[in-house]
């Protein structure tokens, strides 16, 4: 099998959407115009000749599930993403690139998987976070709402793709737990990379090149941002509205 290893992290607690379907053991497992999320977006990554393993992290008791028939493996999930992740990572070779997918993403797309792949490559960074510029959001899918972080490059908001080196996971589970929490706050984004770049953030003055120093400076690691632009990237499921949307997406292309 050729292609990179994909981990798709479909664990964590229920929340208000999962409750939308009963038995769902958390969102990944709502279903979105008759498919769940979690296999949704492993489709996604299936349809890029440059994923060649898929491993699903998630709940053991949805291990059975239908939902996840397209994956290669099953991991059992943490109580926290760090520990999903470390789950998803374990005894994958140290220095490779791995792709890692949030489980919302209901229109992943096989040129977006292949795209982020490409840049991913290029930049070859220990831990690459996906994002999105706004105009390219807007103008695939302007009713589709996201938070935005302006810099001086542009405007940005956090996608649902990052790559990273096993080999960089201890060095980097607590920043990546922050990130997390972070991902739909600029403040808070700006507050990981040191309050002496706020001021910067504040006037719309900072630079991905400079969050990107600062970032490799903190976690003694190279960070890299992956702008996509491929909209569907960024497209989640996060709240209960969000799943008419995704809904409605769906029919358009479908």
Same mark, same amino acid.
């Given at each position: 099998m050729t292609g990179l290893t994909a981990v798709v992290l479909a664990g964590g607690p229920p929340d208000e959407v999962a409750a939308l379907q009963p038995g769902a053991p958390?969102?990944?497992?709502?279903?979105?115009?008759?498919?769940?999320?979690?296999?949704?977006?492993i489709e996604?990554?299936?349809?890029?000749?440059?994923?060649?393993?898929?491993?699903?992290?998630?709940?053991?008791?949805?291990?059975d599930s239908p939902a996840l028939a397209g994956a290669d493996e099953k991991r059992p999930d943490g109580i926290r993403i760090t520990e999903s992740l470390r789950s998803g990572l374990r005894d994958?070779?140290?220095?490779?690139?791995?792709?890692v997918a949030a489980s919302d993403l209901p229109i992943l797309s096989e040129a977006a998987v292949?795209?982020?792949?490409?840049?991913?490559?290029?930049?070859?960074?220990?831990?690459?976070?996906?994002?999105?510029?706004?105009?390219?959001?807007?103008?695939?899918?302007?009713?589709?709402?996201?938070?935005?972080?302006?810099l001086r490059d542009g405007t940005y908001c956090g996608g649902g793709l990052i790559c990273i080196k096993p080999r960089a996971l201890p060095?980097?589970? $607590?920043?990546? /737990?922050? *990130? %997390? +929490?972070?991902?739909?706050?600029?403040?808070?984004?700006?507050?990981?990379?040191?309050?002496?770049m706020l001021a910067t953030f504040a006037l719309r003055q900072l630079s991905i090149e400079a969050a990107e120093? $600062?970032?490799? /400076?903190? *976690? %003694? +690691?190279?960070?890299s941002a992956i702008v996509s632009g491929y909209a569907e990237t960024a497209v989640n499921v996060d709240r209960v509205g969000d799943v008419a949307l995704a809904e409605a997406l769906l029919r358009t292309s479908g």
């Open positions: 958390n969102k990944a497992f709502v279903e979105i115009a008759g498919k769940a999320l979690v296999q949704r977006t996604g990554l299936r349809s890029s000749p440059e994923i060649g393993r898929i491993v699903a992290v998630a709940p053991v008791s949805a291990h994958l070779p140290p220095d490779e690139l791995v792709i292949t795209d982020f792949v490409a840049h991913a490559a290029m930049l070859d960074p220990d831990l690459g976070y996906g994002c999105l510029e706004k105009r390219t959001h807007l103008a695939a899918y302007p009713d589709v709402p996201h938070t935005w972080a302006p060095k980097l589970e $607590r920043f990546i /737990e922050r *990130l %997390g +929490a972070a991902r739909k706050s600029p403040l808070a984004l700006a507050r990981l990379f040191g309050w002496k120093a $600062r970032a490799s /400076e903190l *976690l %003694g +690691a190279k960070v």
